[in-house]
């Protein structure tokens, strides 16, 4: 049976550990769509046109080596701005939300144009200084001269472009149940995640 769990929420709100943990805990399939879009990206800077590079994506290019970087991660938002590469990439999206089995999404427009009749959908986010700060941990791992300030800067950077952008813009869905994280540790966050799930599984 297809059992659709759509999470959205801007950068670094936890989104993604949250959907992990929430896959691995129904034994669901999970799909981190940021990497469709940074692949697309990163195949930008390779100097691809960027809605080749989307229409000509395979699951492997997934795997690619840097795609956690902050250049890629500012090509991404700049590729998803993009009405065309957006359509490129949503059948893959939309067959992989209602496999057999259950389906994890985590993105930006999971619960508003992929999949609107997805069983659950949440809304996770944090403040900017707290996403700032859990992104900055992550990056300095890559490149251990990048600044708190550059991270802060760049998130809000992108998120004005998510959410401005006049094609699937970062936003709740109306029937979203929001989760912020500020002051969540992560096991709180995934306790509320799989909390709301479970009740809507009752349900369906
Ligand atoms: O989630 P992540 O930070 O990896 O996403 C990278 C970029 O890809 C986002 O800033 C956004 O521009 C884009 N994206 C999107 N729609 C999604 C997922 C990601 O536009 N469903």
Do not use: N, W
């Not at 795997?63 to 590729?79: F, H, N, T």
């Not at 949503?90 to 930006?108: E, H, I, K, M």
């Not at 659950?120 to 490149?143: I, M, N, P, Q, W």
């Not at 109306?174 to 995934?190: R, S, W």
């Amino acid at each position: 049976m297809a059992f659709t769990i759509a999470i959205d929420g801007p950068a670094a709100a936890g989104k993604g550990t949250i959907s992990k943990a929430v896959a691995a805990h129904f034994g669901y399939a999970h799909l981190d769509t940021g990497l469709l879009y940074r692949a697309t990206g990163a195949r930008m800077l390779d100097g691809l046109d960027p809605l080749e590079a989307a229409r000509a994506l395979v699951p492997d290019d997934l795997k690619r080596e840097g795609l956690r970087s902050a250049d890629v991660a500012r090509a991404a938002s700049q590729v998803a701005a993009l009405p065309e590469v957006r359509r490129a990439l949503v059948d893959f999206q939309r067959a992989f939300a209602r496999r057999a089995g259950g389906a994890v999404l985590d993105g930006r427009d999971i619960g508003t144009v992929i999949c609107p009749e997805a069983e659950v959908k949440l809304f996770v986010t944090a403040s900017d200084a707290v996403r700032a700060e859990r992104r900055h941990a992550e990056l300095t791992a890559y490149d251990p001269e990048v600044t708190l300030e550059s991270v802060l800067a760049d998130l809000r950077e992108r998120d004005a472009r998510d959410s401005a952008r006049a094609t699937a813009p970062l936003k709740p869905a109306e029937d979203a149940q929001l989760i912020d994280t500020t002051d969540m540790d992560i096991k709180a966050a995934v306790a509320a995640a799989i909390a709301i799930v479970t009740a809507r599984q009752d349900e369906v």
